[in-house]
């Protein structure tokens, strides 16, 4: 009975080694070298009901491929540089006031929550027959989890603006607000990442802009071309 | 009933064998701390639009952390940098810091322009509680549960700031830290940290910079 405990015990721990080398824990040292990936950018022009013109624009996109610090092909991590400009003309520049939302859509196949093994080894009762007790073949139940679930795409912005709302609460934003008739953000290598990705995973700029006039109210959006992240 | 107790004791000495053989896996009996390692980190440069970061002298000592279990880390890390700006005038409004959301570098604004220094930390293999969990119960039927799990998931990165600098005009702003402790626990794996400075410039040509400093394994 205790060999064959050990047996089962050995095979745990041989199932964790072959676990942690199947996700290359085992090698931290050299870190990839970053890979540079040039991006067209977008750009978008709208005419708007009063006759206003909005040119928005995502110029200088690039997005570099850094190692994660969590060090294994799970993890992902990009350093992201982009600007985009909006301007505006027509009848309602003068009165114009824009906010820039940039982000990044960042998306992953499979989503890697959980990995787990756990051993369970459960003795039946001895059970009594007869006056003399006999121990009950051992019953093993062994479990070994690895939580998989369909990765998701998530919208993630680059700016965490504060300022208080009308009553003097908390209140972040996502944007500055510019009054006139030009606005600009710019970035230069903003992190977006993922961690426990197990399948491709990719991402996106993109920026909404809201622009209003004395007579309009518009959003209006600009996208990036989807690249991978490794 | 004799055939019974002699089960009854043999259970625990095979239990206690599963625990020493769990405990020397992961070195929990190794507590002696070891020295503590001195890493000297390398100078870093950025600029961008209106923005000169740079990063000097900075430092870190790695010693284990008092948990003494292998899986936690202390480092202490120390540094000095120095942003270059050309910034329009700012007025600082109420705030309560950043909220830290994914993709924000851990940096906000609220009125002025404003520096943020942090340390990025990373683990490999993020432990849950590991470990032999023992049930026993005496009941008219005795019955035994053994189960020993060591939950594993990828382990996090996780973005946390030192301090931060408004800054309302342009000039030259520092930002110095001496040894402040920064602390790893529960991580099964590899650790790693690397600094970090953003800089946001607001106006209606709004930048945001970020230098990294280089990364250095904690552990």
Known sequence: MMRSKSVRRGRAIGLAAAVTVGLGLFSPGAANADTFIPLPGGSITRTLGDGTVVHLSLVNESAKISGSLGATPLHRNVWTSARVIADVSGPGASSAGIQLNPGYVVGCQVNLASLGTSEQDSEAAPTVSGGAITPAVPTIGTTETLTVAPGQAVTKYLLDIEQPDDYGNESHKKHPTVNGPHASVSWTDETFAVDGCAGYAQARAFTFADVSTSAGESIISVWGAPFSMG | ?219
Not at chain 2, 21 to 41: K, Y
Not at chain 2, 65 to 73: E, V
Not at chain 2, 100 to 113: L, P
Not at chain 2, 204 to 210: E, M, P, S
Request: proline letters at 6%; aromatic letters at 8%.
């Open chain 2, 1 to 219: 009933m004799s055939k019974f107790q002699v089960i009854g004791r043999r259970r625990p000495v095979h239990l206690a064998f599963m625990a020493v053989a769990t405990m020397l896996a992961i070195g929990i009996w190794s507590p002696q701390a070891a020295a503590d390692a001195f890493v000297r980190l390398p100078n870093g440069h950025i600029e961008g639009p209106g923005v000169k970061i740079t990063s000097t002298g900075e430092r870190a000592i790695i010693s284990p952390s008092l948990a003494a279990n292998g899986a936690g880390r202390t480092s202490w890390v120390s540094g000095n940098v120095t942003v270059d700006i050309d910034t329009p005038n700012g007025v600082v409004g109420p705030n309560n810091g950043a909220q830290n959301n994914a993709g924000t570098d851990d940096s906000s604004t609220h009125g002025s322009s404003g520096l943020t220094v942090g340390y990025l930390v990373g683990c490999q293999v993020a432990l849950g509680s590991f470990g032999p969990s023992l049930g026993m119960s005496l009941s008219a039927t005795p019955t035994v549960a053994v189960g020993l799990s060591f939950p594993i998931s990828p382990g996090q990165v996780v973005w946390y700031q030192i301090d931060n600098k408004d800054m309302t005009k342009s000039g030259r702003y520092y930002l110095n830290y001496q040894d402040v402790p920064m602390d790893v626990q529960g991580c099964g794996g590899f650790a790693q940290a690397r600094q970090f400075s953003v800089v946001e410039v607001v106006g209606a040509d709004y930048h945001k910079v970020t230098l990294y400093g280089q990364p250095f394994s904690i552990g």
